[in-house]
């Protein structure tokens, strides 16, 4: 059994990350007749989220992507991805606020107890592994938030230091890792 390729594509909002990330599997998708799958993370907890979710959707409608909007829990999505599968994942950033603020309408948020992320992360790389072992090509996209200065708020400290330890693990982890700057694609990392 052959492993999937992981692309890791970040950059900073608006940077044309989603785009480039689509294109790039619709394009092998085309080339050797793959499924594509879509795994979206965000949801709609304001009219400017709920207007680019559904611009999104209306933009995967045109090359038949399967969908599975998923905020949390990742490895509730291993029975659908399947061999051969081109799987995006969009994206990394708001998955992590998702999973750390998990529970907060109960007062009892992840981030908050102790060992909870700890936990979720290794559920994360499990999950991301056996993606891998299944698809031909998965493609992890994520925000660039840590260019900006450190934020005096504990938890903006907090959700940047998680966002930094998962980039550099998924990183390390990639074949190919892409910063978007400007819809310009820099390629740090290829094998």
């Known amino acids: 059994m052959v492993r999937g390729k ?3 594509i970040t950059g900073g909002v608006r940077s044309g990350k989603s785009a480039y990330a689509e294109q790039l599997l619709v394009k092998e998708a085309h080339a050797h007749n793959r499924r594509l799958v879509y795994i979206a993370s965000g ?3 304001d009219p400017e989220m709920a207007t680019r979710i559904k ?3 209306q933009d ?3 090359e038949n992507w399967t969908t599975y909007e998923q905020p949390k829990n990742l490895e509730t999505l291993l ?3 399947q061999r051969g599968d081109l799987v995006l994942w969009d994206c990394l950033t708001t998955w992590l606020a998702n999973e750390l603020y998990a529970g ?3 007062g009892m948020p992840c981030v908050g107890q102790v060992g909870c992320m700890e936990q979720k992360e290794v559920t994360l790389y499990e999950t991301i592994e056996t993606i891998i072992s299944k698809a031909s090509q998965f493609v992890i996209v994520s925000n660039e938030v840590l260019d900006e200065c450190p934020s005096s708020l504990a938890e903006v400290r907090l959700y940047s230091e998680w966002l930094g330890r998962l980039h550099q693990k998924l990183v ?3 074949d190919t890792a892409i910063e978007m700057d400007y819809g310009l694609v820099k390629i740090w990392k290829s094998r």
């Open 55 to 57: 611009r999104h959707r």
């Open 104 to 106: 907060w309408e109960t």
């Open 60 to 62: 995967r409608s045109r």
């Open 43 to 45: 949801t709609a907890t």
């Open 172 to 174: 390390n982890k990639a």
């Open 6 to 8: 992981l692309t890791f």
């Open 79 to 81: 029975p659908f991805i």
